[in-house]
T-cell receptor, first 113, second 111 residues
Framework: NAGVTQTPKFQVLKTGQSMTLQCAQD?????MYWYRQDPGMGLRLIYY???????DKGEVPNGYNVSRLNKREFSLRLESAAPSQTSVYFC????????????FGQGTRLTVV | QKEVEQNSGPLSVPEGAIASLNCTYS??????FFWYRQYSGKSPELIMS????GDKEDGRFTAQLNKASQYVSLLIRDSQPSDSATYLC???????????FGAGTTVTVRA
């Protein structure tokens, strides 16, 4: 049982490049989340998907897009990367709409130069 | 106004002491409350969840919730060096069910 799997673990991008962060969960969870973590800032919610077929903006959605491809997969896309998007990105899932424990992936460390 | 606020720390306690962590939230109808522990370079992991007013104990950890004061706390008794980590408070908003985190409190337990 892998839980929540994120790819890649590390990535370096040049300013203006695009990329997609992949996330998949095998726990049959309904809700999935994307967070970014910067030093001293805790986890800030970028986008979330309460259930398959729905997505909503979190605190810091600008510069990002998401796709809930199916119940298992929730991807995060950076269309034109900026140095301000240098961060550690975490994907998480929970059984239903935030009311139960969220399980986290191992994180993606992204550097934009 | 940030939705979830934590005492910023860092908090340094001697081994065997009690570490006390505090968290306040702004949404009066928040429903679910969580404490996560995050070791440096690792993912957050759940250590406590609490849904109703009062205390909830699990081993050396006690979570306390006071919805009237919009306050949730975590006590770590008999602190061990292995408790040295950042502790994140998380709250579910009842109107949109997003899971929001505080900035975290870094705890260091001195041997």
């Amino acid at each position: 049982n892998a839980g929540v799997t994120q790819t890649p673990k590390f990535q370096v991008l040049k300013t203006g490049q695009s990329m997609t962060l992949q996330c998949a969960q095998d726990m049959n969870h309904n809700s999935m989340y994307w967070y970014r973590q910067d030093p001293g800032m805790g986890l800030r919610l970028i986008y979330y998907s309460a259930s398959e077929g729905t997505t909503d903006k979190g605190e810091v959605p600008n510069g990002y897009n998401v796709s809930r491809l199916n119940k298992r997969e929730f991807s995060l896309r950076l269309e034109s990367a900026a140095p301000s998007q240098t961060s550690v990105y975490f994907c998480a899932s929970s059984e239903w709409q935030g009311g139960t424990e969220a399980f986290f992936g191992q994180g993606t460390r992204l550097t934009v130069v | 106004q940030k939705e979830v606020e934590q005492n910023s720390g860092p908090l340094s306690v001697p081994e065997g002491a009690i570490a006390s962590l505090n968290c306040t939230y702004s949404d009066r109808v928040s429903q679910s409350f969580f404490w996560y522990r995050q070791y440096s370079g690792k993912s957050p992991e759940l250590i406590m969840s609490i849904y109703s007013n009062g205390d909830k104990e699990d081993g050396r950890f006690t979570a306390q919730l006071n919805k009237a004061s919009q306050y949730v706390s975590l006590l770590i008794r008999d602190s061990q060096p292995s408790d040295s980590a950042t502790y994140l408070c998380a709250v579910t908003s009842s109107n949109d069910y997003k899971l929001s985190f505080g900035a975290g409190t870094t705890v260091t337990v001195r041997a």
